[in-house]
């Protein structure tokens, strides 16, 4: 199970939504706004940003971070909107 940690809870927080542990075993986290969920975003077998902050440092996070902004810059989608903010 996927550890929410105090990043993605900050960065929500800015968003105005809430998020949970998410329901579906192939997710990250449950985006919440007025208690409805409203998307489930990051794949299990992928990390993020405060994944790579904690293992291997700002230096490399920044540029993981770098590279997926690049790889993901058509993403108009909800779930996409909210795992570029939350997740990286």
């Known amino acids: 199970m996927y550890r929410i940690t105090p990043y993605s809870y900050r960065r929500a927080a800015l968003l105005g939504v809430e998020i949970r ?3 579906h075993q ?3 986290i449950d985006v ?6 409203i998307a ?3 794949a299990m077998g992928y990390k993020d940003y405060p994944t790579y ?12 971070r770098r590279q997926y902004h690049r790889r993901h810059a ?3 989608g909800l779930a996409g909107f909210y795992a570029k903010n939350i997740l990286w």
């Open 26 to 28: 192939n997710k990250k």
């Open 40 to 42: 489930s975003i990051g």
């Open 32 to 37: 919440f706004q007025h208690g409805k969920k």
């Open 74 to 76: 058509k993403d108009h």
């Open 53 to 64: 902050l904690k293992c291997r440092g700002r230096t490399y996070a920044d540029e993981r």
């Open 21 to 23: 542990p998410s329901s």
